[in-house]
Nanobody
Framework: QVQVVESGGALVQAGGSLRLSCVVS????????MGWFRQAPEKQRELVAR???????DYPDSVKGRFTISRDNAKETVYLQMNSLKLEDTAVYYC?????????????WGQGTQVTVSS
């Protein structure tokens, strides 16, 4: 059974940095595409960063240049380094593990970790 567990959320001042971690167990981690999403109160969940099984990463414009996603296949862990944090980065951050099949995919989600950016 695949389990996804995030950690690292905290209260941080604007302009500060934070690193989130996500451990995935019970899977062939290296074959999964990984992503970080976030959801602020009364807003839809949105993609923050993703990294494919081959290590290709991409980001939406809202975080490009500030956030970096990386993965360590030996540790079955994906990271999200967040720099120059802004008030609008406040949200619950979720880790997503995606297993791809020829014509479909299966998503696994963690329980989320709270990131609060204060002024």
């Amino acid at each position: 059974q695949v389990q996804v567990v995030e950690s690292g959320g905290a209260l941080v001042q604007a302009g500060g940095s934070l690193r989130l971690s996500c451990v995935v167990s019970g899977s062939t981690f290296s074959t999964y595409d990984m992503g970080w999403f976030r959801q602020a109160p009364e807003k839809q969940r949105e993609l923050v960063a993703r990294i494919s099984s081959d290590g290709t990463a991409d980001y939406p414009d809202s975080v490009k240049g500030r956030f970096t996603i990386s993965r360590d296949n030996a540790k079955e862990t994906v990271y999200l380094q967040m720099n120059s944090l802004k008030l609008e980065d406040t949200a619950v951050y979720y880790c997503n593990a995606r297993r791809r099949f020829p014509f479909t995919y299966l998503d696994y989600w963690g329980q989320g970790t709270q990131v609060t950016v204060s002024s």
